[in-house]
């Protein structure tokens, strides 16, 4: 605990009142502050033991959610719907929610690598989830902030045809039709002064361009244009 410096504590602190947990909630202010320490800050004490942890963590709290909301699903629509719930551009996504960029200590040439940002983000939140899990050994800290993302990303997802995946409903589509798989183009836009829609990327299949799309990293702007194309060629075409 005296690693955690006063300073730094009240970061953390702000972070925890920001997932709506009380300060008197019996955290373990180490292992957060581990969760937030990335491997370019120290080569031992950083937050990939505690990712791996929060990975499963993570799984386990998306499944508890649909076995509890969602108990007519099939376990093949569990797998599904989880697959999208645990992603990295979901953990990303909700981590940039909680501002967790502000409290991440990162160093180096990492600090200036946009393109690892989506993965960074994902890994630092399992590994918050896995700081708070083994704060008390079970998911008292997680899911009265946790479930209703969830709740809320999964009423999304079912009323999706491609479960907000539309690479992989994309990929499936185009080896259905052609067994082959779609190419993604993808350049990075240079906007200095922007954090958003850094990447533009195209999609393209038998040398004909399906779709094009822009995000704030590479697997975003795929899926934006992987959405575009998907719901180009599943929409029937109607003579008028």
Not at 33 to 56: M, R
Not at 154 to 167: G, M, Q, S, V, W
Not at 202 to 221: D, F, T
Request: proline share 3%.
């Amino acid at each position: 605990m005296s690693r955690v410096y006063p300073r730094r504590q009240r970061q953390l602190e702000s972070l925890v009142q920001k997932l709506g947990l009380s300060l008197n909630a019996p955290i373990k202010w180490e292992l957060l502050d581990l969760a937030l320490t990335h491997p370019t800050v120290s080569d031992t004490a950083n937050y990939e033991q505690l990712e791996f942890v929060g990975d499963a963590v993570v799984r386990l709290v998306a499944a508890v959610v649909l076995w509890e909301h969602y108990a007519d699903c099939s376990v093949g629509d569990f797998a599904a719907i989880r697959s999208v719930l645990v992603s990295d551009r979901i953990l990303a996504q909700l981590a940039r929610e909680y501002g967790l960029e502000l409290y991440l200590l990162v160093a180096g040439s990492a600090t200036a690598d946009h393109v690892g940002q989506e993965s960074r983000l994902a890994d630092s939140f399992e590994a918050v989830l896995g700081a708070l899990y083994l704060s008390t050994n079970n998911l008292d800290l997680i899911r009265p902030w946790l479930d209703h993302h969830f709740q809320d990303l999964t009423k999304e997802i079912r009323l999706d045809p491609a479960r907000l995946n539309y690479k992989a409903a994309l990929q499936e589509w185009t080896q259905a039709q052609f067994k082959v798989l779609p190419e993604y183009r993808v350049v990075e836009i240079n906007q200095p002064h922007q954090t958003h829609e850094r990447f533009f990327a195209e999609v393209w299949l038998h040398e004909k361009m399906l779709g094009q799309g822009k995000g704030r990293s590479i697997k975003a702007a795929e899926q934006a244009a992987a959405k575009e194309a998907y719901l180009v060629v599943t929409t029937p075409v109607t003579n008028e």
